[in-house]
C-alpha cells in the first residue's frame, strides 16, 4: 500500500499522557503519507473524516491509533474490500496502563504506532469469492432434534432433505405415550406431540423426508457440499448448503451391568425396555407376565462411573419420575421404589419431582446398589449408605436400570484401533510395529467417527469426537459447531440432554446452519472469526508437500492431491491461521494476516542499544483470549512493564516460529505467548492452536540453542478471559526474568 493514512485520536486521556504530535514521525517514517489528529474519532465527525479520505483516494490504507480493535468495532467497520484497515490501541496497550509524561510510555506509543503503520503497509485486499451456493440444510436424522431443526429451517425459507435410516419418524420419542412437562401445570404428565410434529414436517412443502437412508459420501464444503445417499432403495444426489447432524444416542450397553442383575433375571430391565411396556399399555414381569408389586428403580444405573459411563447423563431421573408418575397413574396399588445417588430434577422439573414424591406407594432413597441377586421368583437389591441405614437389603418383583446414553456417532472400536496404531507409530520400537500403525491408519482414512455422513474429507469421514464420543466443538463457546465448518450436531448426538434441550437444540443447529449459508453467500467466514472476508492463499510453487498443514488444520479444511499437495477449500475455512503458523516454507498468507506482514511489523519496533538499559519484549497474545483479559486489565486500571510490545494473533498456533527467531537474531530480549487454555475443560477456539505452539516450541528451543541464546527467553502461558488480574503479573514476572539473564547479544546486529 502507497498511501497509508495514520489516524491518531486524542480523546480517551490519550492527547493528555503522550505527545500526539511526535508520533507523525514514528508513522512517517514507517510509510503513512497523510497524518491526522482528532479529539473524538470515533463520533460521527472522526468517522466521516476517515471515510472522506478514502473515498477521495488520499490513502489506499488506514492505521487508526486509537481504542483496542473489541472496541468501536461498528464505528470503524470500513470497507475491507477496498481499505485495509489496522487498530493501534493506544488507549488499552498505553495511556490506561502506563503513567503520563514519561519517555518509556511515549516510546511504547511510537513503537506501537510504527509496527501498526509497517503492518497495514503489508496487508493486502480480500478476493470476493463468487461461487454458486445452495440454500438447501441437509438434516440427518428425524428424531425430536433433527424434526425440529427441519421444521425451523423450513420455516426461514430454506430448502430441506430431512434423511432418516428407520422406516418412519420421530425416534425414540415416538414410542412414548407420556412427556415431561415443560408448560404448566408442571405437576403431572403431559400428552406426548411428537406425532402432531411428525405430521407437521411430512406435510412441508419445503422438507423432502427420505427414510431408510443411508448417505454414501459428502463432498465439497458449505454452500457447496455434493450429497450422495440411499433411500428406499433408491440411489439420489443433491447439493447443499449446510448440515444438520441429528443422529441421537443408545442406551448403554446393560450387559456390562451383571452385578445390577441385568442378564441373570429377565425381570431386570432398562428404562428404555420399561418405556417400551408403558408405551404398549403392557406392564408385567417378563418371566411370568404378571403385574409387579414393587419396582425398583436403579438411578445412575453404570453412569457417573470411572468403570462405565464417567458422565452423568441428564434425562435419567427425569425419565425415572415420568415413569413411575405412569405407573402410579395407571397402577396407583403398585408400589415404586427409587434409590438415587442425586436426584436432578432441574428448573420446573422439581414441581413434577415433588408432586411424584408425594403420592401413596412412592418411596425415594438417597443411596448406593452394589449387588442385584435373583432371589426365589424375585429379586433382592443390596443398598449401601442408604438414609435408610448403612446397609440394607430391599426386595422387589421388578428392577428398572436408569442406564446413560451414549451417542450415535462414534466408533469407538475404530477410534480405539486408530488410536492404538498412532501410539505403535510414536514408540517406533521396530519396522514392524509401525508399518502395521500405519496401515490401520490409512485403512480407517485416519477415523474419528462412525460413518455416518461419509464426509471426503482428507481427516476423516465423519465428526471428530471427545474422549466420550460426542462431537467435538468449542462447547462453552459455540454450542451446535462442530470440527467441520458448515456441519452443526443437535440433540443427544452432541450432549446428553432431555426432550426440551433437544427441542432447543434443533433450533440453535437449524439457525447456525442458515447464518452459516447467508455468511458464504457474503463471504464471511463462521464463528469464532464471523464477519472475516480474506481467505488464505497459498503459494504452490514453493509447497514441499510436507503435510503439516493438512495435519494441523483443525476444521479440514484442506484436502491433498495424489502428491500431497494442499487443496484448499475456502468455505471450510475457519481462518485461524493455524496453517499458517505450521508452514515451513511461509507459503501461506491472508490478506490481513501474514509472515510478511507481522514481520514487518516486528522489525519496525525499535530497540534500544544494551547501554540504554530499556530491553524490548515482544508478546504475541491470541485474540479471543489473552487479548479480551489484557484489554479488561487495562479497563480496571492495572498497570504493567513498558517494555512489552503487544501483537495481537489470532490463535497461538497461528504464530509462525520465524517470527520468533527473527526477533531473537534481531535483538529483542525476550518472547511472550499467552493463548487460551488447552484440554477439554477448557479448549483453545481452535481446538488446539496452544498445544501446537508448545509442540512448535521444540524448533524455537532449538533456535535459541544454535543462538546461544538462554531458553528462558521465550515464555508460553496459558490463560482464560477470565484471569485478567494475571496479565500484569506474567508481564512483570517475564521482565524481571529479562532483567536477570541480562541483554540479548545480538542487539545491534
Known amino acids: 500500500m502507497d498511501k497509508i493514512g495514520l489516524f491518531v485520536c486524542t480523546g480517551c486521556e490519550i492527547g493528555?499522557?503522550?505527545?500526539?504530535?511526535?508520533?507523525?514521525?514514528?508513522?512517517?517514517?514507517?510509510?503513512?503519507?497523510?497524518?491526522?489528529?482528532?479529539?473524538?474519532?470515533?463520533?460521527?465527525?472522526?468517522?466521516?473524516?476517515?471515510?472522506?479520505?478514502?473515498?477521495?483516494?488520499?490513502?489506499?490504507?488506514?492505521?487508526?491509533?486509537?481504542?483496542?480493535?473489541?472496541?468501536?468495532?461498528?464505528?470503524?467497520?470500513?470497507?475491507?474490500?477496498?481499505?485495509?484497515?489496522?487498530?493501534?490501541?493506544?488507549?488499552?496497550?498505553?495511556?490506561?496502563?502506563?503513567?503520563?509524561?514519561?519517555?518509556?510510555?511515549?516510546?511504547?506509543?511510537?513503537?506501537?504506532?510504527?509496527?501498526?503503520?509497517?503492518?497495514?503497509?503489508?496487508?493486502?485486499?480480500?478476493?470476493?469469492?463468487?461461487?454458486?451456493?445452495?440454500?438447501?440444510?441437509?438434516?440427518?436424522?428425524?428424531?425430536?432434534?433433527?424434526?425440529?431443526?427441519?421444521?425451523?429451517?423450513?420455516?426461514?425459507?430454506?430448502?430441506?432433505?430431512?434423511?432418516?435410516?428407520?422406516?418412519?419418524?420421530?425416534?425414540?420419542?415416538?414410542?412414548?405415550?407420556?412427556?415431561?412437562?415443560?408448560?404448566?401445570?408442571?405437576?403431572?404428565?403431559?400428552?406426548?406431540?411428537?406425532?402432531?410434529?411428525?405430521?407437521?414436517?411430512?406435510?412441508?412443502?419445503?422438507?423432502?423426508?427420505?427414510?431408510?437412508?443411508?448417505?454414501?459420501?459428502?463432498?465439497?464444503?458449505?454452500?457447496?457440499?455434493?450429497?450422495?445417499?440411499?433411500?428406499?432403495?433408491?440411489?439420489?444426489?443433491?447439493?447443499?448448503?449446510?448440515?444438520?447432524?441429528?443422529?441421537?444416542?443408545?442406551?448403554?450397553?446393560?450387559?456390562?451391568?451383571?452385578?445390577?442383575?441385568?442378564?441373570?433375571?429377565?425381570?431386570?430391565?432398562?428404562?428404555?425396555?420399561?418405556?417400551?411396556?408403558?408405551?404398549?399399555?403392557?406392564?408385567?414381569?417378563?418371566?411370568?407376565?404378571?403385574?409387579?408389586?414393587?419396582?425398583l428403580f436403579v438411578q445412575c444405573a453404570g453412569s457417573r462411573d470411572a468403570n462405565h459411563l464417567p458422565y452423568c447423563s441428564s434425562e435419567c431421573c427425569a425419565t425415572t419420575l415420568r415413569q413411575v408418575a405412569a405407573i402410579h397413574r395407571d397402577h396407583p396399588e403398585i408400589e415404586c421404589a427409587v434409590v438415587y445417588k442425586d436426584m436432578r430434577a432441574p428448573g420446573q422439573l422439581e414441581h413434577f419431582y415433588l408432586a411424584v414424591q408425594s403420592k401413596p406407594n412412592s418411596l425415594f432413597a438417597r443411596g448406593t446398589i452394589d449387588e442385584v441377586q435373583v432371589k426365589g421368583d424375585g429379586l433382592c437389591?443390596?443398598?449401601?449408605?442408604?438414609?435408610?441405614?448403612?446397609?440394607?437389603?430391599?426386595?422387589?418383583?421388578?428392577?428398572?436400570?436408569?442406564?446413560?446414553?451414549?451417542?450415535?456417532?462414534?466408533?469407538?472400536?475404530?477410534?480405539?484401533?486408530?488410536?492404538?496404531?498412532?501410539?505403535?507409530?510414536?514408540?517406533?520400537?521396530?519396522?514392524?510395529?509401525?508399518?502395521?500403525?500405519?496401515?490401520?491408519?490409512?485403512?480407517?482414512?485416519?477415523?474419528?467417527?462412525?460413518?455416518?455422513?461419509?464426509?471426503?474429507?482428507?481427516?476423516?469421514?465423519?465428526?471428530?469426537?471427545?474422549?466420550?464420543?460426542?462431537?467435538?466443538?468449542?462447547?462453552?463457546?459455540?454450542?451446535?459447531?462442530?470440527?467441520?465448518?458448515g456441519v452443526y450436531a443437535a440433540g443427544t448426538v452432541r450432549a446428553p440432554m432431555d426432550a426440551a434441550q433437544a427441542t432447543e437444540d434443533g433450533f440453535g443447529a437449524a439457525m447456525k446452519a442458515v447464518q452459516c449459508i447467508s455468511a458464504a453467500k457474503r463471504s464471511e467466514a463462521v464463528h469464532p472469526r464471523a464477519g472475516d472476508i480474506g481467505v488464505a492463499e497459498f503459494f504452490l510453487q514453493r509447497c514441499t508437500q510436507c503435510k503439516r498443514c493438512t495435519e494441523e488444520c483443525p476444521f479440514g479444511t484442506l484436502n491433498e492431491d495424489v502428491k500431497g499437495t494442499p487443496e484448499y477449500n475456502p468455505w471450510r475455512c475457519r481462518r485461524c491461521g493455524i496453517c499458517l503458523g505450521s508452514c515451513p516454507e511461509r507459503i501461506i498468507s491472508f490478506p490481513d494476516y501474514s509472515v510478511d506482514a507481522i514481520a514487518t511489523a516486528i522489525k519496525a519496533m525499535e530497540v534500544p542499544d544494551e547501554t540504554e538499559e530499556k530491553p524490548r519484549i515482544l508478546a504475541f497474545l491470541c485474540e479471543n483470549d489473552a487479548l479480551p483479559a489484557l484489554d479488561e486489565a487495562a479497563a480496571r486500571g492495572m498497570k504493567w512493564n513498558p517494555w512489552i510490545r503487544v501483537i495481537p494473533v489470532r490463535c497461538l498456533g497461528a504464530i509462525n516460529t520465524v517470527w520468533i527467531a527473527d526477533s531473537l537474531s534481531s535483538g529483542v530480549d525476550g518472547v511472550l505467548m499467552l493463548g487460551c487454555k488447552s484440554g477439554d475443560d477448557y479448549q483453545c477456539h481452535y481446538i488446539r492452536g496452544s498445544e501446537l505452539c508448545k509442540t512448535r516450541m521444540t524448533n524455537v528451543r532449538e533456535t535459541l540453542s544454535r543462538l546461544t541464546l538462554e531458553p528462558e527467553r521465550v515464555q508460553i502461558h496459558e490463560i482464560g478471559r477470565n484471569e485478567f488480574a494475571r496479565i500484569p503479573e506474567i508481564f512483570d514476572a517475564f521482565a524481571e526474568t529479562i532483567t536477570s539473564v541480562g541483554p540479548n547479544p545480538y542487539k545491534g546486529f
Open 16 to 295: 493528555k499522557a503522550i505527545d500526539v504530535d511526535a508520533l507523525e514521525e514514528a508513522g512517517r517514517d514507517k510509510g503513512a503519507k497523510q497524518f491526522v489528529k482528532h479529539a473524538c474519532l470515533c463520533n460521527p465527525e472522526g468517522v466521516a473524516l476517515i471515510q472522506k479520505a478514502i473515498d477521495g483516494g488520499e490513502v489506499d490504507a488506514v492505521a487508526i491509533a486509537a481504542c483496542s480493535n473489541r472496541a468501536k468495532v461498528a464505528e470503524f467497520s470500513f470497507d475491507r474490500t477496498k481499505t485495509p484497515v489496522e487498530r493501534i490501541a493506544l488507549r488499552e496497550q498505553v495511556v490506561w496502563t502506563h503513567p503520563g509524561g514519561e519517555e518509556d510510555t511515549q516510546m511504547l506509543a511510537a513503537d506501537l504506532v510504527r509496527m501498526g503503520v509497517a503492518k497495514v503497509g503489508r496487508m493486502t485486499l480480500p478476493k470476493k469469492l463468487d461461487d454458486t451456493l445452495d440454500d438447501t440444510v441437509l438434516v440427518v436424522g428425524g428424531g425430536l432434534a433433527g424434526l425440529t431443526a427441519a421444521n425451523a429451517a423450513a420455516g426461514m425459507g430454506h430448502p430441506v432433505v430431512l434423511v432418516e435410516k428407520g422406516e418412519q419418524l420421530g425416534g425414540y420419542m415416538a414410542g412414548l405415550k407420556d412427556v415431561l412437562p415443560e408448560t404448566p401445570p408442571y405437576d403431572r404428565l403431559h400428552s406426548n406431540t411428537v406425532a402432531a410434529l411428525v405430521k407437521e414436517v411430512e406435510a412441508s412443502k419445503q422438507i423432502k423426508v427420505l427414510t431408510r437412508g443411508t448417505i454414501k459420501s459428502i463432498t465439497g464444503q458449505p454452500g457447496m457440499f455434493e450429497v450422495s445417499l440411499e433411500a428406499n432403495g433408491v440411489a439420489q444426489s443433491f447439493k447443499a448448503g449446510a448440515i444438520v447432524q441429528a443422529t441421537g444416542s443408545r442406551p448403554y450397553d446393560a450387559t456390562k451391568l451383571g452385578h445390577l442383575g441385568y442378564g441373570k433375571s429377565p425381570n431386570v430391565l432398562t428404562a428404555q425396555e420399561l418405556d417400551a411396556q408403558l408405551g404398549a399399555g403392557a406392564l408385567k414381569r417378563p418371566s411370568d407376565g404378571k403385574l409387579p408389586g414393587r419396582v
Open 381 to 485: 437389591a443390596r443398598v449401601k449408605d442408604s438414609i435408610l441405614g448403612d446397609e440394607l437389603q430391599l426386595d422387589a418383583d421388578l428392577v428398572v436400570l436408569a442406564v446413560g446414553m451414549c451417542p450415535n456417532s462414534a466408533d469407538g472400536e475404530a477410534i480405539r484401533q486408530v488410536r492404538d496404531a498412532k501410539a505403535r507409530i510414536a514408540k517406533n520400537e521396530s519396522e514392524e510395529q509401525v508399518r502395521q500403525g500405519k496401515e490401520t491408519v490409512d485403512k480407517l482414512g485416519h477415523h474419528e467417527g462412525t460413518e455416518i455422513l461419509n464426509l471426503v474429507y482428507r481427516q476423516g469421514p465423519d465428526l471428530p469426537v471427545l474422549r466420550y464420543a460426542f462431537p467435538d466443538s468449542h462447547y462453552i463457546c459455540f454450542p451446535y459447531e462442530t470440527r467441520r465448518t
